[in-house]
């Protein structure tokens, strides 16, 4: 595959041992898994979280959103320092501090009493989040071949989103403060784990390199890194449209689409997460098998699209067609573990972790944008038409944005970005 114009001389690379790459990705897989547990507990325990502290029954839903956006602009912020932080001083140095601040935030979390406690405490979560994936995936794309580096991700983001299953069985099994307790203590034990992995061979032949590095600003100054940055970010937006909106707010829109009995939001997010890994693990295989990362996200996204259409057709018959749609959604947007390679792939060395860190949180902090629409559309068009709405525009865009992406399979990330 040719390389792209902005290629300088390949920095240096340090060998690893097979088994230091495998430790890198058990301890990457592990880290998503604690950060996804911790991403989505809020979700889960919501509304008895809110009651907890005593929120009016009429104010959860609002209050809810708020909470989720605080955590989501949290992510927002994050992703820019930790991914800056991950080319500037490396991606252990990011693996090490978010795990540390996102788990001891969520220990935090289960003290709360307020509102604006616990607004407070989301942000400080979603900024420590923010860094988990971006760096765990750079890495293991950095120290693995160029032709098998999508099973690597695969292993990454399929064991992860499992944290999602477990969060919703801690969350129905134990209160929500023990939930949270939980949450950071596992991140905490994770925390000693990490202390045996390497660096990146690549970050470390950056030392000697006259480069800028982590410069998100010259990455969004230019033309040309900007508007394919801008496309890697907005073809994941239907991912977080599924999760933030039609998972998380089950009960409520299950609630408007007349259902007997409303969907659990624990057991919407458990099916939704337990069908992301099964998509994840097709979506990051097929796309070794098939040679292509952009034909699995489009074949992923019209997948997406179809199921969303069965969310506001059929899952209303019963609590079992919902939670089976639910299953399917999380299939459908399986293509994540594809998207977080794409992000990989696309830019050079010295800014490969700002991208990869900033990217999916952009893409987590699109649910702000989305569910901003969500309210203001709601009053005037219900919750049902106003999801519907917002689902379709994210679904355009994304299809739009993937058409002229540069393909990446197999590309030589051995490369320094250049102005």
């Not at 959860?60 to 820019?80: E, K």
């Not at 929500?176 to 905490?188: D, P």
Request: hydrophobic letters at 55%; proline letters at 4%.
């Amino acid at each position: 595959m040719p390389q792209p114009a902005s290629v300088s001389r390949p920095v240096e690379r340090a060998a690893l041992s097979p088994q230091a790459v495998r430790l890198a990705v058990v301890v990457a897989a592990l880290g998503y898994f604690v950060d996804i547990y911790d991403l989505l507990l809020f979700s889960i325990v919501r509304i008895p979280s809110l009651r907890g502290i005593g929120v009016p029954a009429d104010q959860i839903l609002g209050q809810g959103v708020l909470l989720l956006n605080m955590q989501m602009g949290g992510m927002l912020l994050g992703g820019i320092l930790w991914g800056i932080l991950g080319d500037k001083r490396g991606r252990l140095t990011v693996l090490f501090g978010s795990i540390v601040m996102y788990s001891l935030a969520n220990i935090a979390n289960g003290f709360v009493a307020t509102v604006p406690q616990y607004a407070v405490l989301r942000f400080i979560a979603g900024v420590g989040l923010a860094g988990e994936l971006g760096a765990g995936i750079t890495l293991v794309s950095e120290i693995m071949p160029a032709h098998s580096r999508g099973y690597g991700t695969m292993i990454v983001a399929t064991v992860g989103v499992t944290g999602a299953v477990v969060a919703s069985q801690v969350g129905a099994a134990f209160d929500w403060r023990t939930a949270y307790f939980i949450g950071g203590g596992m991140g905490l034990a994770l925390f000693v784990l990490r202390v045996g992995v390497a660096e990146s061979g690549m970050f470390q032949g950056l030392e000697h390199a006259s480069v800028a590095r982590g410069d998100f600003w010259s990455l969004i100054a230019s033309p040309k890194t900007r508007g394919k940055y801008v496309r890697v970010v907005l073809i994941g937006a239907p991912i977080w449209y599924v999760i933030g909106i039609l998972i998380a707010l089950s009960p409520e829109l299950g609630a408007a689409m007349n259902m007997a009995t409303p969907p659990d939001a624990g057991r919407a997010v458990m099916f939704a997460y337990i069908g992301l890994a099964i998509g994840d693990f097709a979506s990051g295989g097929l796309s070794q098998l098939i040679k292509s990362r952009n034909r699995v996200v489009g074949i992923f996204v019209g997948l997406t699209t179809l199921f969303i259409g069965a969310y506001f057709t059929i899952a209303h018959l019963s609590l079992t067609v919902f939670y089976v749609v639910c299953l399917l959604l999380g299939i459908a947007v399986g293509y994540w573990a594809v998207f977080v390679t794409i992000a990989s792939e696309q830019f050079g060395t010295n800014i490969r972790a700002t991208v990869t860190t900033t990217a999916p949180n952009f893409v987590r902090g699109s649910l702000v944008l989305l569910t901003l629409a969500f309210q203001a559309l709601r009053p005037s068009v219900g919750i049902q038409v106003s999801a519907m709405i917002v689902g379709g525009v994210a679904l355009a865009i994304a299809c739009v944005s993937l058409w002229g992406l540069e393909e990446t399979y197999g590309k030589d990330l051995d490369y320094l970005e250049l102005p």
